[in-house]
């Protein structure tokens, strides 16, 4: 499993280089016939809720009329779900999903500020900016990154249907909605990508309920916040380019690098996980005994 996540994700920093885009003439044809207009954000950790530096992300989407082809990906975020009952039960997470890689619940939130959330956006003061304290900077959900089924606002909470894991890449081309169009076209659309890690999550996150009332299926209770509140977010600018990142475009359809194992375990209802990653995922949640 090692050693396949490593495979995977060393096609990461190839993706990354073509930013530089010293040469973006002669990559311009990768997006097709029309040449799509590309929009960018740099993903960066959200204050309180995820330590600088911890986490980082990049997210392409080329839009062409209304196919928005999304390119993305995102490293230093939980990992594995905690595996032991008495922390699943604390957090409001069902045994069923006990060592299960962590849902990233990720969107283009649209309408608000156009901008990411400050410190200043705690405004209970618990030291955890909770999604919809940070709704005044970044406003509601447009679009789900979803990887199968619907990218409305319907998707929006569906671990089921989210990329999963601490680093992966998320890669979809769909039919965007108009409100979402008319936000990346007038400048306020923001990706936000959800789930804190517990290992150095606010300790108010591990305790509180989540903002959106969300109770998974089986749970006794509700989800803690480390399962809603925004760990990355990053503003949606349109780019001087014409393209997408070499390898983005010619792939149809939802695919995800590092979901396939969550794929696996919501569908059999078991996750055989390796010695490795028993121990790994120990020491991440050791802090919260
Ligand atoms: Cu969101």
């Known amino acids: 499993m090692q050693t396949k996540k490593k495979l995977m994700l060393s096609a990461v920093p190839a993706l990354a280089c073509v930013t530089a885009l010293g040469l973006g003439a002669p990559a311009a044809h990768a997006a097709g016939d029309s040449g799509g207009t590309t929009y960018?954000?740099?993903?960066?950790?959200?204050?309180?809720?995820?330590?600088?530096?911890?986490?980082?992300?990049?997210?392409?989407?080329?839009?062409?009329?209304?196919?928005?082809?999304?390119?993305?990906?995102?490293?230093?975020?939980?990992?594995?779900?905690?595996?032991?009952?008495?922390?699943?039960?604390?957090?409001?997470?069902?045994?069923?999903?006990?060592?299960?890689?962590?849902?990233?619940?990720?969107?283009?939130?649209?309408?608000?500020?156009?901008?990411?959330?400050?410190?200043?956006?705690?405004?209970n003061g618990d030291g955890v900016i909770s999604t919809v304290e940070g709704q005044p900077a970044y406003g509601k959900i447009g679009t789900t990154f979803s990887t199968?089924?619907?990218?409305?606002?319907?998707?929006?909470?569906?671990?089921?249907?989210?990329?999963?894991?601490?680093?992966?890449?998320?890669?979809?081309?769909?039919?965007?909605?108009?409100?979402?169009?008319?936000?990346?076209?007038?400048?306020?659309?923001?990706?936000?990508?959800?789930?804190?890690?517990?290992?150095?999550?606010?300790?108010?996150?591990?305790?509180?309920?989540?903002?959106?009332?969300?109770?998974?299926?089986?749970?006794?209770?509700?989800?803690?916040?480390?399962?809603?509140a925004p760990a990355l977010c990053g503003k949606l600018e349109a780019a001087q380019m014409n393209t997408v990142p070499s390898g983005g475009v010619q792939t149809g359809g939802g695919s995800t690098s590092g979901t396939q194992d969550m794929g696996l375990f919501y569908g059999a209802g078991a996750l055989v996980l390796g010695a490795g990653a028993v121990l790994g995922m120990r020491r991440r949640f050791g802090k919260q005994h």
Do not use: M
Request: contains cysteine; proline residues 7%; charged residues 15%.
């Open 40 to 123: 960018q954000a740099k993903l960066a950790p959200v204050a309180l809720n995820t330590p600088s530096g911890a986490a980082s992300g990049s997210v392409w989407l080329t839009l062409d009329g209304d196919q928005l082809t999304v390119n993305e990906k995102v490293s230093g975020l939980a990992t594995n779900l905690p595996k032991d009952k008495k922390t699943l039960d604390a957090l409001g997470i069902p045994t069923a999903f006990a060592g299960a890689p962590f849902p990233h619940v990720q969107h283009i939130h649209i309408a608000g500020g156009g901008s990411c959330p400050t410190t200043g956006a705690d405004t």
């Open 148 to 228: 199968k089924g619907a990218t409305d606002a319907s998707t929006a909470t569906d671990v089921t249907k989210a990329p999963g894991g601490g680093s992966f890449t998320y890669k979809r081309t769909f039919t965007v909605n108009a409100d979402t169009l008319a936000a990346l076209k007038n400048n306020t659309a923001v990706v936000v990508v959800h789930g804190l890690n517990p290992a150095n999550a606010p300790k108010a996150s591990l305790s509180t309920p989540n903002s959106l009332g969300v109770t998974l299926p089986g749970a006794s209770k509700k989800l803690a916040l480390i399962g809603t």
